[in-house]
């Protein structure tokens, strides 16, 4: 077996800065200023259908509950695994991706599995599992629609909700034209996900394997939870031999009143929706079937004895900061060079590795949107901030970073100083703006980006001669 | 040591300090309104709800609802709906086969009018308690993800109906 260690492993992205990353998304800046108008929308959904008078109490229950599951973990694993084993469920610990991928393969060639059809599970994106799989031998058909779009183009996820965020109709109808005989130039929506329902639908009704991920394991049922809106974990998971639920070890959570909050929380600030299509909670095989769930860990445990940064952990993956970002809205998944982007990508990846992140925490203007609309309240400017200090104390800030806090420090220090250096900035921007050359100097100002225009007087001015201020 | 005790370990080394439960959130709605919100949810949901009439029956409703040349016709009945969401539970009991659900090209499910609750908060205790399997179906099989353009009917049921029947 010692022949597959290679593809075992996933293989690790290029070391790329996020805002060099950035600058090539940007280089067209009417497909930037799109992509950001498609987040936007998403965005207002999310804001319309969590107008509700409970909406701060639900995050608050859901922040609880979360936070009372890390505390438990170890405890609430063990119930599930216990109930799940009980009504015939193979539970399976992965420590890392590696083992994940094995455990995966073993189950696959033990029972002679040729085709699998999967649906989303940004753990498999984590641990790299359908190269390992293909590598193997092994057909992989990604079955929701985005992902199956992006993997016809062999591109990973730009978005973890919305995989195919980045990609306009007419795109996709060139790519369905030649991967499934659509008539060339048919780019409505409602035809090209016709067609795909044909073909999608035929590759989960004949799989041999289903692959799922999960919204949430819950342990006083010892259920697995599936929330989709197309029905494609459905179709998979009822209808092949062997169902495998790949699942990280923070989706534990306590009870079904937990569940409650959650699926009151998750679609809401996904995509605005009141729940999804299909939620879907199993808590055994159907008759004649095999039915497997992996528990990984890759790393979330080391994690979780991180004070300062364990509440990471809650994330349910509902993408609501990336659509509310306007760091990720104007620079797209992939400028972030990790699975997960956006900003809970920037605080997740460089617990990963720092080096190879280290700009991460910096693709942030620290506006607190994230933080804002996060149904499971994680701080994630808090920790954006922490990650800063961690990187200059490990002197891993990105280049120029260290020199210009060095001289920023004692500006920022000083009411005074600071207020006079404002003075001189807002006097100093117009002439900036006008030196082209200083463009290349800064991210900040590449192209598709510009200064703004300075106020003729500062906050604090305006607050005093207005009277709101003595 | 095993992949599991390494797990548990690791975790319980974290020592992550006690964190009490979550405080239960409600939000009563008036008998009156749990029906006509469920409705207005569902078809905003794509789905469609009909109380059926006296007399009326569901085969009868169905002649008017669907295709005439609809295949793939499931009928099945729910536990309980929600107001909140237009969701209605489904037990795998109370099916012949879980492929059934999503198999359907057209879901029709029977629901008494009685049996509606106002939110999840409600609806997750009322899951029964020996569940193998059970699915809160909100509205057909639907997909944004070409430009955001809503597309109902993505890999599974093309229509949803629910037919609640008067007490």
């Given at each position: 077996m010692l022949a597959d260690e290679h593809i075992l492993m996933s293989t690790s992205l290029p070391v790329l800065s996020h805002p060099d990353a950035a600058k090539a998304f940007l280089h067209d800046g009417e497909r930037a200023a799109w992509h950001d108008d498609a987040l936007w929308y998403v965005r207002s959904k999310r804001d319309r259908a969590t107008d509700l008078p409970e909406w701060e109490a639900l995050r608050e229950a859901a922040s609880a509950l979360k936070a009372h599951a890390m505390s438990r973990l170890a405890e609430l694993l063990e119930a599930f695994e216990q109930r799940a084993t009980a009504s015939g469920i193979v539970v399976h610990w992965a420590r890392d991706a590696a083992e994940h991928n094995r455990i995966v393969l073993d189950i696959l060639r033990s029972t002679g599995v040729k085709r699998v059809a999967k649906s989303k599970s940004m753990l498999t994106e984590e641990c790299g599992l359908n190269p390992c799989l293909e590598a193997a031998g092994i057909e992989v058909v990604d079955t929701d629609l985005g992902e199956r779009i992006v993997q016809l183009a062999h591109q990973p996820p730009s978005h973890i909700v919305i995989p195919a965020i980045h990609w306009k109709k007419e795109e996709i109808a060139q790519l369905f034209h030649t991967a499934m005989g659509t008539p060339a130039g048919e780019s409505s929506p409602d035809a090209l996900a016709g067609v795909a329902r044909v073909h999608l639908r035929d590759a989960l009704l004949h799989a041999d394997a289903a692959i799922t991920g999960a919204n949430a394991l819950v342990a006083e049922t010892g259920g697995v939870v599936v929330c989709t809106n197309e029905g494609n974990a459905d179709l998979g998971m009822h209808s092949a031999p062997v169902h495998i639920a790949c699942v990280g070890i923070e989706k534990i959570i306590a009870t079904r009143d937990d569940l409650g909050v959650l699926l009151r929380v998750l679609a809401r600030s996904a995509t605005g929706q009141p729940v999804t299509a299909y939620t879907t909670h199993v808590t055994a095989p159907r008759a004649g079937s095999a039915m497997h769930v992996v528990l990984v860990d890759n790393g979330r445990s080391a994690r979780l004895a991180d004070a300062e940064m364990?509440?990471?952990?809650?994330?349910?993956?509902?993408?609501a900061c990336l659509n509310t970002c306007p760091i990720y809205r104007r620079s797209g998944?992939?400028?972030?060079?990790?699975?997960i982007p956006g900003p809970i990508g920037a605080i997740l990846a460089p617990a990963v590795n720092l080096d190879a992140h280290r700009t991460l925490p910096f693709a942030?203007?620290?506006?607190?949107s994230c933080g804002d609309v996060c149904p499971v309240k994680i701080d994630i400017p808090a920790q954006l901030v922490t990650w800063r200090e961690r990187s200059a104390a490990a002197g891993m800030l990105p280049a120029g970073y260290a020199t210009l806090f060095k001289r920023l420090g004692p500006l920022l220090a000083s009411r005074t100083r600071f207020n006079r250096a404002g003075a001189w900035a807002r006097r100093l921007l117009p002439v900036l703006r006008a030196l082209s050359f200083l463009r290349r100097l800064n991210p900040w100002t590449r192209p598709g980006r510009d200064l703004p225009v300075a106020p003729a007087e500062s906050f604090r001015e305006w607050a005093k001669r207005t009277g709101r201020l003595s | 040591m095993s992949a599991r005790d390494a797990i548990l370990t690791a975790i319980r080394a974290a020592q992550v300090p006690a964190s009490p439960p979550a405080s239960a959130v409600a939000r009563p709605i008036a008998e009156d309104d749990l029906l006509p919100q469920f409705l207005r949810v569902l078809s905003e949901v794509g789905g469609a709800g009909i109380v059926r009439g006296a007399h009326q029956t569901v085969a009868s409703i169905l002649a008017d609802a669907l295709p005439p040349d609809a295949e793939g016709v499931v009928i099945a009945r729910g536990r309980f709906g929600v107001a909140e969401n237009a969701a209605v539970y489904v037990d795998?009991?109370?099916?012949?086969?879980?492929?059934d659900i999503i198999r359907a090209e057209h879901l029709v499910l029977l629901l008494p009018?009685?049996?509606?609750?106002?939110t999840m908060h409600e609806a997750v205790r009322r899951m029964p308690d020996k569940s193998a399997c059970g699915w809160f179906l909100s509205g057909p099989s639907k997909t944004a993800?070409?430009?955001?353009a809503l597309v109902i009917g993505a890999q599974g049921a093309r229509t949803l109906h629910v037919i609640l029947e008067p007490a």
């Amino acid at each position: 077996m010692l022949a597959d260690e290679h593809i075992l492993m996933s293989t690790s992205l290029p070391v790329l800065s996020h805002p060099d990353a950035a600058k090539a998304f940007l280089h067209d800046g009417e497909r930037a200023a799109w992509h950001d108008d498609a987040l936007w929308y998403v965005r207002s959904k999310r804001d319309r259908a969590t107008d509700l008078p409970e909406w701060e109490a639900l995050r608050e229950a859901a922040s609880a509950l979360k936070a009372h599951a890390m505390s438990r973990l170890a405890e609430l694993l063990e119930a599930f695994e216990q109930r799940a084993t009980a009504s015939g469920i193979v539970v399976h610990w992965a420590r890392d991706a590696a083992e994940h991928n094995r455990i995966v393969l073993d189950i696959l060639r033990s029972t002679g599995v040729k085709r699998v059809a999967k649906s989303k599970s940004m753990l498999t994106e984590e641990c790299g599992l359908n190269p390992c799989l293909e590598a193997a031998g092994i057909e992989v058909v990604d079955t929701d629609l985005g992902e199956r779009i992006v993997q016809l183009a062999h591109q990973p996820p730009s978005h973890i909700v919305i995989p195919a965020i980045h990609w306009k109709k007419e795109e996709i109808a060139q790519l369905f034209h030649t991967a499934m005989g659509t008539p060339a130039g048919e780019s409505s929506p409602d035809a090209l996900a016709g067609v795909a329902r044909v073909h999608l639908r035929d590759a989960l009704l004949h799989a041999d394997a289903a692959i799922t991920g999960a919204n949430a394991l819950v342990a006083e049922t010892g259920g697995v939870v599936v929330c989709t809106n197309e029905g494609n974990a459905d179709l998979g998971m009822h209808s092949a031999p062997v169902h495998i639920a790949c699942v990280g070890i923070e989706k534990i959570i306590a009870t079904r009143d937990d569940l409650g909050v959650l699926l009151r929380v998750l679609a809401r600030s996904a995509t605005g929706q009141p729940v999804t299509a299909y939620t879907t909670h199993v808590t055994a095989p159907r008759a004649g079937s095999a039915m497997h769930v992996v528990l990984v860990d890759n790393g979330r445990s080391a994690r979780l004895a991180d004070a300062e940064m364990r509440s990471a952990l809650h994330c349910i993956r509902c993408g609501a900061c990336l659509n509310t970002c306007p760091i990720y809205r104007r620079s797209g998944g992939y400028s972030y060079n990790h699975v997960i982007p956006g900003p809970i990508g920037a605080i997740l990846a460089p617990a990963v590795n720092l080096d190879a992140h280290r700009t991460l925490p910096f693709a942030s203007t620290l506006c607190g949107s994230c933080g804002d609309v996060c149904p499971v309240k994680i701080d994630i400017p808090a920790q954006l901030v922490t990650w800063r200090e961690r990187s200059a104390a490990a002197g891993m800030l990105p280049a120029g970073y260290a020199t210009l806090f060095k001289r920023l420090g004692p500006l920022l220090a000083s009411r005074t100083r600071f207020n006079r250096a404002g003075a001189w900035a807002r006097r100093l921007l117009p002439v900036l703006r006008a030196l082209s050359f200083l463009r290349r100097l800064n991210p900040w100002t590449r192209p598709g980006r510009d200064l703004p225009v300075a106020p003729a007087e500062s906050f604090r001015e305006w607050a005093k001669r207005t009277g709101r201020l003595s | 040591m095993s992949a599991r005790d390494a797990i548990l370990t690791a975790i319980r080394a974290a020592q992550v300090p006690a964190s009490p439960p979550a405080s239960a959130v409600a939000r009563p709605i008036a008998e009156d309104d749990l029906l006509p919100q469920f409705l207005r949810v569902l078809s905003e949901v794509g789905g469609a709800g009909i109380v059926r009439g006296a007399h009326q029956t569901v085969a009868s409703i169905l002649a008017d609802a669907l295709p005439p040349d609809a295949e793939g016709v499931v009928i099945a009945r729910g536990r309980f709906g929600v107001a909140e969401n237009a969701a209605v539970y489904v037990d795998a009991a109370d099916i012949d086969a879980r492929a059934d659900i999503i198999r359907a090209e057209h879901l029709v499910l029977l629901l008494p009018v009685t049996a509606l609750v106002p939110t999840m908060h409600e609806a997750v205790r009322r899951m029964p308690d020996k569940s193998a399997c059970g699915w809160f179906l909100s509205g057909p099989s639907k997909t944004a993800d070409i430009e955001q353009a809503l597309v109902i009917g993505a890999q599974g049921a093309r229509t949803l109906h629910v037919i609640l029947e008067p007490a």
